[in-house]
């Protein structure tokens, strides 16, 4: 399973980013694919989830990004996204997309992903 995600950078405090990941569409298919992101010392924790195609467009949220993140897919590109907006500054982090076949309630778990992409940096300046 081969995961890709992009679209970090910098961004001013109240502004938007788009998180991309790409993966193939088996695994679009099979697995529900999960967003996460990492401050630096902190624990890794979940942001977002949406299920597999087969589950129908299910959708999750951390409490600290509901209203604020959308995760969403394009079929045809076989591609993930994170809508982020109204961006804080404790939105900073390192972003990582994973895959999981865990069942749909336990996808916020971090440990119950079993691949992981390369991560990308936001950066939310004050």
């Known amino acids: 399973v081969q995961l890709q995600a992009s679209g970090g950078g910098l961004v001013q405090a109240g502004g938007s980013m788009r998180l991309s990941c790409a993966t193939s569409?088996?695994?679009?298919?099979?697995?529900?694919m999960g967003w996460f992101r990492q401050a630096p010392g902190k624990e890794r924790e979940f942001v977002a989830a949406?299920?597999?195609?087969?589950?129908?467009?299910?959708?999750r949220y951390a409490d600290s990004v509901k209203g604020r993140f959308t995760v969403s897919r394009d079929i045809a590109k076989n591609t993930v996204y994170l809508q982020m907006s109204s961006l804080k500054p404790e939105d900073t982090g390192v972003y990582y997309c994973?895959?999981?076949?865990?069942?749909?309630?336990?996808?916020?778990?971090?440990?119950?992903?079993?691949?992981w992409g390369k991560g990308t940096q936001v950066t939310v300046s004050s």
């Open positions: 569409g088996r695994t679009f298919s099979n697995f529900h």
């Open positions: 949406i299920s597999r195609r087969s589950y129908g467009d299910s959708t």
């Open positions: 994973a895959v999981t076949q865990i069942l749909w309630a336990y996808v916020d778990g971090t440990r119950n992903y079993n691949y």
